[in-house]
Structures are given as structure tokens and as C-alpha cells.
């Protein structure tokens, strides 16, 4: 099955896009459906998933040559390592013992208004006591790390695909 998505690039990102948008829907219904509001950190998390469909779709919408197909790898890698980042501070967070937790601080939509964009991103990449409760696992492992299980797997396979669909040369019959 990989050979034939690696000979299909096109159709590897539309899978691609599908399981971004398959991780948005959990999330969409674990807020909704279950009553988990999301912290700064897991929306951070989220826009890492939206950016990676959106390359993921755009990739799989373009009929690249070679050279194109590298391009996307390359943007895939590093819409998958932003989301994989913000992950894995959320998770570095988690694991903090309680009295190294840092403090609350204010919502995210207050922050929008009242602050400068790049002063928001700071703050919430630092953290805060509500990002470090794990109010949701499976199999022992808490939402941000399946979201940078998730990403990591979707990042490298992308590349992977696409830097061998950039690779392939076409050769007479």
C-alpha cells in the first residue's frame, strides 16, 4: 500500500488532509461532545493541524513536477515540526510536579485584544497552570502526546512521500 501512495503522491496528501481533518473533528467533539475546553496551548495545537491540511490539501490539489513535490515535502516537515512543537512543550508542561506548575494567566480571546500578537504567542508558549491538568488519556497517554504521535507520523510520511515523488524521473519506454 505505501508503494502505490508513494507512486500516488497526489493521493497520499488527500489522505494526508483527511486525517488532519479527521483530528480536528475529535477535537471539535471532545470540546463540544464531551465538555473538554481547550487551553491556549491545545489551540496553538490546532491551528499546527489546520496549517498541515491546508499543506496537505494544497499539495494534494497541485500536479508538481519533481522540483514542486520537494517543495511540499519541505513544507509539510515544518507545518508537522510547529505542531509537534507546540505538542511537546504542552506535554513538557504536563509533567511538571504541581509546585513548578506556572500560574494561571489571562484567557486567550483577552489576550488577543488587549495584547500585541507576538506578546501572545510568547505568553502562551510559556505556558500556564491551566495547559499543565490533564483532564483527558488513552492508554496512558494525555491529548497532546496522541497529537504529537499524530504529527510525527503524518509529517514524516508526508515528507517522505513527497521527496520521493521528487526524486522519480520519468524514463522512456
Do not use: K
Amino acid at each position: 500500500m505505501f508503494e502505490h501512495l508513494r507512486a500516488r503522491p497526489r493521493t497520499a496528501n488527500l489522505a494526508g488532509a483527511v486525517a488532519c481533518a479527521a483530528l480536528m473533528a475529535y477535537a471539535l467533539y471532545a470540546q463540544y461532545g464531551l465538555g473538554l475546553a481547550p487551553c491556549p496551548l491545545c489551540i496553538f495545537q490546532r491551528v499546527g493541524v489546520i496549517a498541515l491540511g491546508i499543506v496537505f490539501g494544497l499539495a494534494a490539489l497541485h500536479p508538481a513536477g519533481p522540483v514542486g513535490r520537494r517543495v511540499w515535502a519541505v513544507l509539510v516537515a515544518l507545518a508537522a515540526l510547529g505542531a509537534g512543537g507546540v505538542a511537546g512543550r504542552h506535554l513538557w508542561l504536563q509533567s511538571l510536579p504541581p509546585e513548578r506548575v506556572p500560574a494561571c494567566g489571562p484567557g486567550l480571546e483577552f489576550m488577543l485584544e488587549a495584547f500585541p500578537l507576538r506578546e501572545v504567542v510568547e505568553v502562551v508558549l510559556s505556558g500556564s497552570g491551566e495547559c499543565a491538568t490533564v483532564d483527558w488519556q488513552l492508554l496512558g497517554i494525555a491529548m497532546p502526546g496522541w497529537v504529537l504521535i499524530a504529527v510525527t507520523v503524518l509529517g514524516v510520511a508526508g515528507f517522505a512521500v513527497n521527496w520521493a515523488a521528487g526524486r522519480r524521473v520519468t524514463a522512456a519506454p
